[in-house]
Nanobody, 125 residues
Framework: QVQLVESGGGLVQAGGSLRLSCAAS????????????MGWFRQAPGKERDFVAAISWTGGSTYYAESVKGRFTISRDNAKNTVALQMNSLKPEDTAVYYC??????????????WGQGTQVTVSS
């Protein structure tokens, strides 16, 4: 099993910044953290969980939802088994619980094998 633990959420004013981090531990089927494409998703109250950003296992390829492109940056450190989401120019509509995810294969296929427990991000106007 792979365990994902998010941190870094909180309350911030509109226009501010937050940095989320996700720490991975454990192995499944002999796979290490560096073999997983990783992603961030978010879920606002009463809404479905939506894709935010993804990064390939090497970190050489990234993909963003249109709503966060240019404001959020996903990165990873395979030596530390972590993936981060830098969020700038935050808007009230970014308020949600943010989840870290480990993909089964490429993030293009979109199949998630593991989820974190989530961290709350609240942006006040």
């Amino acid at each position: 099993q792979v365990q994902l633990v998010e941190s870094g959420g909180g309350l911030v004013q509109a226009g501010g910044s937050l940095r989320l981090s996700c720490a991975a531990s454990g192995r499944a089927s002999g796979r290490s953290f560096s073999s997983y494409a990783m992603g961030w998703f978010r879920q606002a109250p009463g809404k479905e969980r939506d894709f935010v950003a993804a990064i390939s296992w090497t970190g050489g390829s990234t993909y963003y939802a249109e709503s966060v492109k240019g404001r959020f940056t996903i990165s990873r450190d395979n030596a530390k088994n972590t993936v981060a989401l830098q969020m700038n120019s935050l808007k009230p509509e970014d308020t949600a619980v943010y989840y870290c995810a480990a993909y089964r294969g490429s993030y293009v296929a979109g199949v998630v094998d593991y989820w974190g427990q989530g961290t709350q991000v609240t942006v006040s106007s």
